[in-house]
């Protein structure tokens, strides 16, 4: 995988290249770009699909002593990432999980030329459900993150109802996926500590404080949500499309919140039609 030099160091990406048009795919804590594969393989050569692995504990290259990731940072960074690849204003930035280009947009409005929130933390919605709450315990306790690593390297465990992974996607998050996020928070206590000080750093006064830049967002932008979304309130999905003065919502049936995974054929179509339209 290609490597870009940021100021927090060195982060991966996936840049699936040709002249189409750039999509910037990011993933949420406890994931990387491999969330995406199926949206990426759906978009085909009409995009230049660009996923970088944020440091979000599911990270395997080191940070730069002293980096510090809070809910700001990690939005700012989205932005260098973009910056750095000189992508220009077509660019569509799409987010599922995290919420953080919801900050970027309140923070530099004039870096993300299409915005597409798909199932993301938002108003006062966090911890998000219980998988949320489970990982926010988990980084309050010490060993705690660790502890629910090794917990999910055990498969049967991940199938659990309302746990982990489970309760964030319809259909059972493929196993593949998980040994390869889980990984770096067994083996890595930098990993961790990464993950550790990010979930800490989360705070509602900021998540409210960003949705309300998205009042003067003026550009295209989209919202698409799952219908059976456990984590993230449907009801978010209307509201945030509400506050958009351009905005315009979709909802996908059989779908939770890592709509890249239950439904990457009717979020690619969304993404594909937006961009048509914008």
Known sequence: MPQVELGVGPIAYEDSGGDGVPVVLVHG?????????????????????LVPTLPYGSHRLPLKPGAALTPRTMALLVGEFA?????????????????????????????????????????????????????DVASKVPGGIALLAHVLAVRPLRRVPGTGYAVMAHRPVPHDLIDHWIEPLRKNPAARRV????????????????????????????????????????E??????????????????????????DRPDGL???????VDES
């Open 83 to 135: 910056d750095a690849l000189a992508l220009g204003d077509e660019t569509v930035f799409v987010e599922n999980d995290g919420g953080r280009l919801q900050q970027l947009v309140t923070e530099r409005p004039e870096r993300v030329g299409r915005l597409v929130i798909a199932g993301c933390e938002a108003f006062d919605n966090y911890p998000p459900g219980a998988g949320g709450k489970l990982l």
């Open 268 to 274: 690619a179509d969304a993404i594909r039609e937006f």
């Open 195 to 234: 993950l550790v000080d990010y979930l800490r750093s989360v705070t509602r006064t900021d998540m409210m404080a960003a949705v309300e830049g998205l009042r003067v967002y003026d550009r295209p932008a989209l919202v698409v949500w799952g219908r059976q979304d456990r984590m993230m309130p449907p």
């Open 29 to 49: 804590p406890a994931q990387d770009g491999t969330v995406w594969r199926h949206v990426v393989d759906r978009l085909g050569a009409a995009f230049r699909c």
């Open 236 to 261: 978010h999905a209307r509201r945030l499309t509400t506050l958009l003065p351009k905005g315009r919502l979709v909802e996908l049936d059989d779908c939770g919140t890592l709509i890249p995974l």
